[in-house]
Structure formats: structure tokens, C-alpha cells
């Protein structure tokens, strides 16, 4: 067969001929190098010339127990992935004589991969075996039979229950296996031993005998029952007491604590003179009846005796214990009889007096020894206190406000030489703007006519209240063809009530947010406000903190109205019964029924925070996509807006593919940008409307029209 290659002439030499045969001649070489080309024989049989195997040599490749054509032949590493042998298996590793054993078994597991025939071994950690190295002890890899010089790698049929094998120079004994290999090499025809029994480990064994050998310390001075320990683990009885040290030079009075611990019977002692700083007197320890304190030496609060160590080289050590106890202190200590009201106690060589005790330990003396009353005793002052007394004797006269700087900066400085910020800073930080709560209320005033005393329809303010510092800020709205400009009214600062002096001795009273609600008629800088509304943060913010607002205190309000209404309760309800039954009213129906009740009893603001407590949610009718066209285009006509061929362009800016659809994200940038006069919840809705599919796609062309 000849074939003839069409961009060339047909003459000879080219035509190629595919029935050449043997192509492959050389020779297979048995001289080769190691590492660092150190010359070797290899002792592998080699095929022949061409690679073509002699009738001598053996085949490495085991023949299949299934026939070749009733298979689909695939790659080891496609047909095995993720397959592995795993294998149960023993080491013995000799280590320097134990008794009559100079050995050590360790426990191993073999991983062998069927997709590349390679071999991992982890050894299990054994608790007796500590300081010895565990965990993967040879990495994933081929290993090479132990013959010098060999070629051949270990293979599946070479792992089998009862085989020993060598890898590195460490024997291995085969002794168990999983299911799945069982069933992979009983499929190969390969018969797979029983389990054989794991040897025994001299050194596990030894070391268990020395752990079942160990000898429990004695329980010397040790009464109490499990049911006592956990009756009296957590009760303490607690006196109060106090030593008189002005005998001695700038000696004082210090206030104690006296902590008897009833499971141990040991006493705690603390000195609470200062509040903000506790003192360690006695740690917990049992304290004895001895009046004249001496150190003790080491050793002599112990609770036992000890006589003697014992124990071997890799034992633990055992301790002796003198069980008569012959050494031990029998200075008899404090117990709780004999702590009481005015009982006296020598600790450290003081003479400390209790005065007085909590109610548990009141409770206790009653129950369990029948003292009905323990009355506390009088005690001596200490040095505060006595400081104290002679402040409130003194009475200071402070200055009248002398005009330089703030009232707060001017009283200061009659206490205190070293001026100090006498900003409060702990109101400061809880009422300071926190992420997005302001900590600010607004209010909505009109100003009054000083002359009509009636509202001005012309001209509204927004208050602004700041919790931080109690100052306050008026803003005056602009209203159009007003004369008015609108603006800062008045800066933020702190205001004086009407008929308030600064040059005077008291500290001038401040508006303050108990003034401010609505209804309320307040005086700010010789202007008249009334106070006709607030936004929806200030009242619920109010409501949240009834206890500083009463007009917003939903438990003061009702109390109000039971008290007023109760009496013509009947009439009142009557006039509202329809069918027997009451129906949901407007606000409006509502305020007027209360006030035609109530009277001048009741604010607009008290009004207020009822209905908002007992409102009903009104379910809101959807937007239809006509209406939101009709108002849509209300509000480009307005603005007069028509750039939609600009529009357009933005729109395939953000189409690379020209098939007509933007993402949602998309279409409101391309909206926002062209600076579309429409508010920002309006083009949402917008676009939520017109969306198609999961994603909410937006066809461009389509949202062009609905606004043009």
C-alpha cells in the first residue's frame, strides 16, 4: 500500500510505504549509573533488540482471571481513582531491655492505591507509647522489594492477611483488613486469610500493671460526705466588722469583711473602707483562736504528715503518711459559733468587732441555732466620714456668674484651683450620635404673634434637640413668595428659660427635652413658638424611654383616661356601637372623642402616643402599573425633562452584546446619572415593576417608552 502525498510530484522518494515492518533496533543496555553517575549492572531482564521480550525473561503483568474481550480496557488511574487497599499491620522495633522483653509492637495502618500502585503507612498512636514518634511514618510512594538491586516495586497480589513484608529495612506483619479490600481480591480469585490476633506489647503491658499498682493518698482530715461537700459548697456566712486603729500614729478606722465558708470552715477577710478599692486582709485559710500572732513554719498548716517517698526508676513516686497524725497543730480555730453581733475576733494580732451581717446569715443562726434577732451595733466613723459631716456643716457662698466663658466654667472655678473640662463625658458618649441613631429630636414650631397670640401661618421652624449636651438649634423653612429667606434662626446653644439672669448664684434653669412636646408653648429668645408636630424618630424615641418622658408613657396615659372616662364609661362607648360592635376609627374621630372627654386634661401629645399604641396596620392597595405611569410622567413634565435619546445611549453603553436587556443594578446607575427627576424610592418601584425573569433583567427600550 503506497500513499501519495498531493502536494508533491509523483516520482520516487515521495511515496511513503506502510508495510516496512520492524522499524525499532537497538539494543537494550545492562550498564547504567546510579546517583552522582556511579556505574552499575543492572540485574532486571531486558527485552531484545527492538524492545521485543526473549522466551527467558518472565512478564512483569499478572494474567486476568476475566476474559480480555469482555472487558472495555481503561487506564489503571480512570478505572481506580480514588480506590485504596488498606490493610491492618504490626512492626516490632527492638529498644533497650524492659524486664525480660526487648521489644515494642507498634500498631500501623498501610494504604495501598490501586490507581498508580502506590503504598502509605500511618501508625496509630498508642497512650502508653509517649515520646515515641506516631502518624505517618512513610509517605505516599512505590517501594522497591528488598532485594538488592531490584527493579520490581511491590504489588497488590504481594499484600495479603499473614504476609510479611519489608519496607526500609522495617518488617511488617499483615494481620487484618477492611471489607473492601476482602471483597476486591476475593474478586480476583485471590483467597484471603481470617484475622489474626494482635501480638501483646511488653511495654503497654508493663505500663498498665503500673497504673493498676498505684496507691491512693490517704484521706487524712477529710469528714465531709459527698451530699455535705455539695450542700455547703457555695454558702458563706458574711459579717461585717471593723478594726480601731487610731491609737497609734495616723492610725484609722477600717471597715471589714468577714467570709466564713461553711464547707472548710476557713474565713476570708477584706478591707471595704474605700468602695472603688477592695484590699486582700486574710486569704481563705482556717483562722485560729490565738491571741498573740506568730509566723508559722513551713510545713505546720499542712493537713497531713508526710514520713516518706517511695518508688523506682520509671515508677511514680508513692508517699508515706503519718495516719496517728502526731505531728500536726491542734490550736483550736474560729467555727461559726463564734461568730456573732459583737463578738470579738484576734486576726494577725488585731481585735477586729463585728457590727453586722446579711439576711442569709441572719436566716441561718435562726434555723440552725434558734437566735432570733441580731440587731447590728453602732461602730465608730471612719476618716470620710467624718470628712464628709464637716462639708455639710460648711456652707460654701459661691459668687455670682462674673460673664467670662460659660455659667459651668465660672462655678468651676470657685471649687478648684487647676482648671478642668467640666464637660459631662459620660452623657456625652451615651448620647452622642451612635451609627445611624442621631440621638436628636425634631420638632416642627410656628411662631405666635405676641400681639393676637395666634399661630403664624407664614413661617415654620424645625427644633433641633441634642441629648449629648442639651443644647438647642432653630431652622427657619423657605416658603416661596414669603419675603422670607429662610435659614439658621438660631445657633445651637444652650437656652435660658424666660425671666432666667446669668449673673445670679444658682445655675440658671435650661430648656430641656421634659419641655418639649407637642402642644407645648415655648419662649426662645424673646420668640414665642408653639409646637405642632415632631418626626417619626423623636416620637419613638420617646416611647422607648417612657420613664424620661412622661407624655409618651403609655402607663401614665391610661391611668389618666380610666380615671376620666370610668364614670361615663356607658355613654362614652355607647355612641360608637354599630351592630353591636365598634368599629376601627380615623385619627381624627378618635382625637376629637378624646378631647370632648377629657378637656384640657389631656395634651395633643398624650394623644398621640395613644393612637400610635393601639394603631391598626391598614393593608396598603398595589401600585398599578397605569397609575405609576400617570405619575411617573406628572413628574417629568414638571421638571420638564426630555433628554431620552441621551438616555438611550447610556442604556447600550451597558450593553456589550446589543441584545436589549441591562441588569437591575444597571438600569438605576443609567437612571441616577442622567439625573432622571424622579425620587429614589419612586425609580425603584420603577424598576421592580418592569422586571423580567429571576434576575430581574430590564428591557431598555421598553422602560424608555413607559417614561416617555
Known amino acids: 500500500l503506497k500513499m501519495r502525498l498531493p502536494k508533491r510530484p509523483f516520482l520516487p522518494g515521495n511515496t511513503i510505504n506502510l508495510n516496512t515492518g520492524q522499524t525499532r533496533f537497538h539494543k537494550s543496555h545492562q550498564l547504567d549509573f546510579v546517583v552522582k553517575g556511579v556505574p552499575y549492572i543492572t540485574e532486571k531482564c531486558l527485552p531484545g533488540i527492538g524492545g521485543i521480550p526473549l522466551q527467558s525473561s518472565r512478564s512483569d503483568i499478572k494474567p486476568s482471571v476475566y476474559a480480555l474481550g469482555e472487558v472495555v480496557k481503561l487506564p489503571p488511574w480512570l478505572v481506580f481513582d480514588k480506590h485504596s487497599k488498606y490493610l491492618y499491620q504490626i512492626v516490632r522495633t527492638f529498644s533497650k531491655p524492659w524486664k525480660e522483653n526487648n521489644y515494642i509492637v507498634h500498631q500501623c495502618k498501610i494504604y495501598f492505591f490501586l490507581e498508580d500502585g502506590t503504598i502509605k503507612v500511618v501508625e496509630q498512636r498508642n497512650p502508653f507509647h509517649d515520646g515515641l514518634s506516631s502518624g505517618c511514618i512513610i509517605h505516599r510512594q512505590r517501594i522497591r522489594y528488598p532485594a538488592e538491586g531490584s527493579e520490581d516495586f511491590y504489588d497488590i497480589l504481594d499484600l495479603n492477611i499473614g504476609n510479611d513484608v519489608e519496607f526500609f529495612g522495617k518488617l511488617f506483619r499483615l494481620i487484618d483488613c477492611d471489607e473492601f479490600t476482602r471483597k476486591f481480591l476475593n474478586r480476583l480469585g485471590i483467597f484471603v486469610p481470617d484475622k489474626l490476633p494482635l501480638p501483646e506489647d511488653p511495654l503497654s503491658k508493663n505500663m498498665k500493671e503500673i497504673q493498676t499498682k498505684k496507691i491512693k493518698p490517704l484521706r487524712i482530715n477529710k469528714k465531709l460526705t459527698l451530699d455535705e461537700f455539695l450542700c455547703d459548697a457555695n454558702r458563706k456566712l458574711t459579717f461585717h466588722a471593723y478594726w480601731d486603729d487610731r491609737d497609734n500614729?495616723?492610725?484609722?478606722?477600717?471597715?471589714?469583711?468577714?467570709?466564713?465558708?461553711?464547707?472548710?470552715?476557713?474565713?476570708?477577710?477584706?478591707?471595704?473602707?474605700?468602695?472603688?478599692?477592695?484590699?486582700?486582709?486574710?486569704?481563705?485559710?482556717?483562722?485560729?483562736?490565738?491571741?498573740?500572732?506568730?509566723?508559722?513554719?513551713?510545713?505546720?498548716?499542712?493537713?497531713?504528715?508526710?514520713?516518706?517517698?517511695?518508688?523506682?526508676?520509671?515508677?511514680?513516686?508513692?508517699?508515706?503518711?503519718?495516719?496517728?497524725?502526731?505531728?500536726?497543730?491542734?490550736?483550736?480555730?474560729?467555727?461559726?459559733?463564734?461568730?456573732?453581733?459583737?463578738?470579738?475576733?484576734?486576726?494577725?494580732?488585731?481585735?477586729?468587732?463585728?457590727?453586722?451581717?446579711?439576711?442569709?446569715?441572719?436566716?441561718?443562726?435562726?434555723?440552725?441555732?434558734?437566735?432570733?434577732?441580731?440587731?447590728?451595733?453602732?461602730?465608730?466613723?471612719?476618716?470620710?466620714?467624718?470628712?464628709?459631716?464637716?462639708?455639710?456643716?460648711?456652707?460654701?457662698?459661691?459668687?455670682?456668674?462674673?460673664?467670662?466663658?460659660?455659667?459651668?466654667?465660672?462655678?468651676?472655678?470657685?471649687?478648684?484651683?487647676?482648671?478642668?473640662?467640666?464637660?459631662?463625658?459620660?452623657?456625652?458618649?451615651?448620647?452622642?450620635?451612635?451609627?445611624?441613631?442621631?440621638?436628636?429630636?425634631?420638632?416642627?414650631?410656628?411662631?405666635?404673634?405676641?400681639?393676637?397670640?395666634?399661630?403664624?401661618?407664614?413661617?415654620?421652624?424645625?427644633?433641633?434637640?441634642?441629648?449629648?449636651?442639651?443644647?438647642?438649634?432653630?431652622?427657619?423653612?423657605?416658603?416661596?413668595?414669603?419675603?422670607?429667606?429662610?435659614?439658621?434662626?438660631?445657633?445651637?446653644?444652650?437656652?435660658?428659660?424666660?425671666?432666667?439672669?446669668?449673673?445670679?448664684?444658682?445655675?440658671?434653669?435650661?430648656?430641656?427635652?421634659?419641655?418639649?412636646?407637642?402642644?407645648?408653648?415655648?419662649?426662645?429668645?424673646?420668640?414665642?413658638?408653639?409646637?405642632?408636630?415632631?418626626?417619626?424618630?423623636?416620637?419613638?424615641?420617646?416611647?422607648?424611654?417612657?420613664?424620661?418622658?412622661?407624655?409618651?408613657?403609655?402607663?401614665?396615659?391610661?391611668?389618666?383616661?380610666?380615671?376620666?372616662?370610668?364614670?361615663?364609661?356607658?355613654?362614652?362607648?355607647?355612641?360608637?356601637?354599630?351592630?353591636?360592635?365598634?368599629?376601627p376609627a380615623n385619627y381624627m374621630k378618635f382625637r376629637e372623642a378624646i378631647k370632648e372627654v377629657m378637656k384640657e386634661k389631656i395634651t395633643e401629645h398624650e394623644i398621640i402616643t395613644l393612637a400610635r399604641f393601639y394603631a391598626l396596620e391598614v393593608p396598603q392597595e398595589p401600585i398599578t402599573l397605569e397609575s405609576l405611569r400617570c405619575h411617573t410622567h406628572d413628574e417629568l413634565r414638571k421638571k420638564m425633562y426630555s433628554d431620552f435619546g441621551r438616555l438611550r445611549e447610556c442604556f447600550l453603553h451597558y450593553d456589550p452584546k446589543k441584545d436589549g436587556f441591562v441588569s437591575k443594578e444597571d438600569a438605576y446607575k443609567v437612571l441616577r446619572g442622567c439625573r432622571l427627576p424622579l425620587e429614589v424610592d419612586h425609580t425603584r418601584v420603577i424598576l421592580e415593576k418592569l422586571g423580567k425573569g429571576e434576575h430581574c433583567q430590564i428591557v431598555y427600550d421598553e422602560l424608555i417608552s413607559f417614561l416617555n
Open 249 to 583: 500614729e495616723n492610725g484609722a478606722v477600717h471597715l471589714l469583711l468577714v467570709i466564713y465558708y461553711i464547707v472548710d470552715e476557713t474565713i476570708e477577710i477584706k478591707d471595704v473602707t474605700d468602695k472603688n478599692k477592695v484590699v486582700n486582709v486574710l486569704k481563705r485559710e482556717k483562722l485560729k483562736k490565738d491571741v498573740q500572732y506568730r509566723y508559722e513554719g513551713p510545713g505546720s498548716t499542712e493537713p497531713f504528715t508526710v514520713l516518706n517517698a517511695l518508688g523506682k526508676e520509671n515508677e511514680p513516686l508513692r508517699y508515706l503518711i503519718d495516719p496517728l497524725d502526731m505531728g500536726s497543730d491542734h490550736t483550736p480555730i474560729y467555727t461559726e459559733k463564734d461568730l456573732r453581733i459583737g463578738a470579738v475576733l484576734s486576726a494577725l494580732g488585731r481585735k477586729l468587732v463585728m457590727y453586722d451581717c446579711d439576711e442569709f446569715t441572719r436566716e441561718y443562726y435562726k434555723a440552725k441555732y434558734g437566735i432570733e434577732r441580731q440587731e447590728p451595733i453602732d461602730r465608730p466613723e471612719t476618716r470620710e466620714e467624718e470628712l464628709a459631716k464637716l462639708e455639710k456643716k460648711i456652707e460654701f457662698t459661691i459668687p455670682p456668674y462674673n460673664g467670662f466663658g460659660t455659667y459651668e466654667d465660672s462655678l468651676m472655678n470657685c471649687f478648684k484651683i487647676h482648671q478642668t473640662l467640666v464637660k459631662p463625658y459620660k452623657k456625652f458618649l451615651e448620647k452622642s450620635r451612635q451609627g445611624y441613631d442621631c440621638n436628636i429630636l425634631r420638632f416642627i414650631l410656628r411662631m405666635i404673634k405676641k400681639k393676637t397670640f395666634e399661630r403664624s401661618t407664614e413661617r415654620t421652624f424645625i427644633l433641633s434637640y441634642y441629648l449629648s449636651d442639651d443644647s438647642i438649634s432653630v431652622y427657619e423653612m423657605e416658603q416661596i413668595n414669603s419675603g422670607k429667606n429662610g435659614g439658621m434662626f438660631i445657633s445651637r446653644r444652650q437656652i435660658l428659660k424666660p425671666g432666667e439672669k446669668l449673673v445670679t448664684t444658682r445655675p440658671p434653669e435650661i430648656y430641656t427635652f421634659n419641655d418639649l412636646y407637642i402642644e407645648n408653648i415655648i419662649c426662645l429668645e424673646e420668640f414665642d413658638f408653639a409646637i405642632i408636630a415632631s418626626d417619626e424618630y423623636t416620637l419613638r424615641y420617646m416611647e422607648i424611654h417612657p420613664n424620661e418622658f412622661p407624655k409618651s408613657n403609655i402607663q401614665i396615659i391610661l391611668k389618666k383616661v380610666k380615671e376620666t372616662i370610668t364614670p361615663v364609661f356607658k355613654s362614652f362607648v355607647t355612641q360608637f356601637l354599630n351592630d353591636d360592635r365598634i368599629p
